[in-house]
Protein backbone atom coordinates (compact mmCIF):
# COMPACT_ATOMS: atom_id res chain seq x y z
CA UNK A 1 0.00 0.00 0.00
CA UNK A 2 1.44 3.34 -0.27
CA UNK A 3 3.65 4.50 1.74
CA UNK A 4 2.33 7.40 3.27
CA UNK A 5 -0.71 5.39 4.87
CA UNK A 6 0.96 1.92 5.39
CA UNK A 7 2.11 2.67 8.98
CA UNK A 8 -1.12 4.07 9.90
CA UNK A 9 -3.02 0.44 8.05
CA UNK A 10 -0.46 -1.58 10.25
CA UNK A 11 -1.08 -0.27 13.49
CA UNK A 12 -5.10 -0.29 12.59
CA UNK A 13 -4.89 -3.76 11.35
CA UNK A 14 -2.86 -5.28 14.06
CA UNK A 15 -5.57 -3.93 16.79
CA UNK A 16 -8.21 -5.46 14.26
CA UNK A 17 -6.41 -8.79 14.21
CA UNK A 18 -5.68 -9.48 17.96
CA UNK A 19 -9.50 -8.36 18.78
CA UNK A 20 -10.15 -11.79 16.89
CA UNK A 21 -11.53 -14.43 18.95
CA UNK A 22 -10.29 -17.90 18.13
CA UNK A 23 -12.16 -21.14 19.07
CA UNK A 24 -14.62 -23.88 17.53
CA UNK A 25 -17.16 -22.12 15.12
CA UNK A 26 -20.28 -23.62 16.55
CA UNK A 27 -19.35 -21.29 19.31
CA UNK A 28 -21.13 -17.80 19.26
CA UNK A 29 -18.84 -14.67 18.49
CA UNK A 30 -16.26 -16.90 17.36
CA UNK A 31 -14.23 -15.83 13.98
CA UNK A 32 -11.45 -18.36 13.15
CA UNK A 33 -12.11 -21.68 13.86
CA UNK A 34 -9.64 -24.32 13.41
CA UNK A 35 -7.06 -25.46 10.39
CA UNK A 36 -8.23 -28.64 8.81
CA UNK A 37 -5.30 -31.03 9.87
CA UNK A 38 -1.90 -30.96 11.00
CA UNK A 39 -0.43 -30.48 7.87
CA UNK A 40 -2.05 -27.39 7.22
CA UNK A 41 -0.66 -26.27 10.65
CA UNK A 42 2.60 -27.36 9.29
CA UNK A 43 2.53 -25.30 6.15
CA UNK A 44 1.39 -22.20 7.73
CA UNK A 45 4.24 -22.13 10.55
CA UNK A 46 6.54 -22.76 7.54
CA UNK A 47 5.44 -19.65 5.49
CA UNK A 48 5.51 -17.33 8.68
CA UNK A 49 9.11 -18.69 9.23
CA UNK A 50 9.69 -18.61 5.76
CA UNK A 51 8.72 -14.39 5.33
CA UNK A 52 10.76 -13.58 8.86
CA UNK A 53 13.70 -15.57 7.37
CA UNK A 54 13.55 -13.43 4.32
CA UNK A 55 12.88 -9.93 6.33
CA UNK A 56 9.41 -9.88 6.73
CA UNK A 57 8.42 -8.42 10.74
CA UNK A 58 5.65 -10.35 12.69
CA UNK A 59 3.48 -7.91 14.10
CA UNK A 60 0.91 -10.58 15.25
CA UNK A 61 0.17 -13.97 15.73
CA UNK A 62 2.42 -16.72 14.35
CA UNK A 63 1.76 -19.36 16.59
CA UNK A 64 -0.42 -22.02 17.44
CA UNK A 65 -3.34 -21.40 19.64
CA UNK A 66 -4.85 -23.51 22.70
CA UNK A 67 -6.66 -22.48 25.55
CA UNK A 68 -10.18 -23.07 27.40
CA UNK A 69 -11.88 -21.99 24.07
CA UNK A 70 -9.79 -23.43 21.34
CA UNK A 71 -9.08 -26.85 23.17
CA UNK A 72 -7.02 -28.96 19.85
CA UNK A 73 -4.42 -29.40 18.58
CA UNK A 74 -5.87 -27.36 15.08
CA UNK A 75 -6.08 -23.77 16.06
CA UNK A 76 -3.60 -21.07 14.62
CA UNK A 77 -3.37 -17.28 15.72
CA UNK A 78 -4.67 -15.08 12.74
CA UNK A 79 -1.22 -13.59 11.53
CA UNK A 80 0.16 -10.23 10.15
CA UNK A 81 3.42 -10.16 8.76
CA UNK A 82 4.90 -6.37 8.01
CA UNK A 83 7.22 -5.32 5.11
CA UNK A 84 6.98 -8.84 2.62
CA UNK A 85 8.68 -8.95 -0.04
CA UNK A 86 8.48 -10.73 -3.42
CA UNK A 87 10.59 -13.55 -2.44
CA UNK A 88 8.80 -15.00 0.56
CA UNK A 89 6.94 -18.16 -0.45
CA UNK A 90 3.47 -16.75 0.76
CA UNK A 91 3.69 -14.52 -2.26
CA UNK A 92 2.92 -16.91 -4.60
CA UNK A 93 1.64 -20.00 -2.81
CA UNK A 94 -2.18 -20.18 -1.04
CA UNK A 95 -1.56 -21.39 2.10
CA UNK A 96 -5.24 -21.75 3.40
CA UNK A 97 -4.38 -20.24 6.63
CA UNK A 98 -5.76 -16.86 8.60
CA UNK A 99 -2.46 -14.77 7.32
CA UNK A 100 -1.90 -11.66 5.74
CA UNK A 101 1.30 -10.46 4.29
CA UNK A 102 1.53 -7.16 3.69
CA UNK A 103 3.28 -5.40 0.72
CA UNK A 104 4.41 -1.60 0.51
CA UNK A 105 3.97 -0.19 -2.43
CA UNK A 106 4.50 3.37 -3.67
CA UNK A 107 1.98 3.62 -6.83
CA UNK A 108 -0.40 2.07 -8.49
CA UNK A 109 1.49 0.49 -11.50
CA UNK A 110 3.96 -0.75 -9.01
CA UNK A 111 1.35 -3.09 -7.09
CA UNK A 112 -0.49 -3.96 -10.17
CA UNK A 113 2.87 -5.10 -11.55
CA UNK A 114 3.41 -6.80 -8.58
CA UNK A 115 -0.16 -8.45 -8.32
CA UNK A 116 -0.12 -9.83 -11.88
CA UNK A 117 3.18 -11.47 -12.19
CA UNK A 118 2.24 -14.47 -11.07
CA UNK A 119 1.31 -17.89 -13.06
CA UNK A 120 -1.53 -18.02 -10.60
CA UNK A 121 -4.41 -15.87 -9.85
CA UNK A 122 -6.54 -17.03 -7.25
CA UNK A 123 -7.92 -13.81 -5.83
CA UNK A 124 -6.95 -10.33 -5.65
CA UNK A 125 -8.35 -7.57 -2.94
CA UNK A 126 -8.06 -3.79 -3.10
CA UNK A 127 -9.52 -1.30 -0.89
CA UNK A 128 -10.43 2.28 -2.50
CA UNK A 129 -13.08 4.68 -2.09
CA UNK A 130 -12.13 6.29 -5.42
CA UNK A 131 -15.31 4.87 -7.51
CA UNK A 132 -13.35 5.35 -10.72
CA UNK A 133 -10.06 3.69 -9.55
CA UNK A 134 -12.26 0.66 -8.62
CA UNK A 135 -12.84 -0.25 -12.50
CA UNK A 136 -9.41 0.91 -13.63
CA UNK A 137 -7.40 -1.51 -10.98
CA UNK A 138 -9.92 -4.16 -10.81
CA UNK A 139 -9.83 -4.47 -15.19
CA UNK A 140 -5.85 -4.28 -14.94
CA UNK A 141 -6.15 -7.52 -12.24
Known amino acids: MGSRIYNQFVDKLEVAVRALRIGPAHIANIDIGQMINSRAI ?13 GAK ?8 RNNV ?31 PLFRFDSEAEVLE ?7 GLAAYFYTNDHR ?7 KL
Open 42 to 54: AKIDSHIKDAVAK
Open 58 to 65: LVTGGHSV
Open 70 to 100: ADGPFYYAPTVLDEATPEVLIHCEEIFGTVI
Open 114 to 120: AANNTCF
Open 133 to 139: KIWRVSS
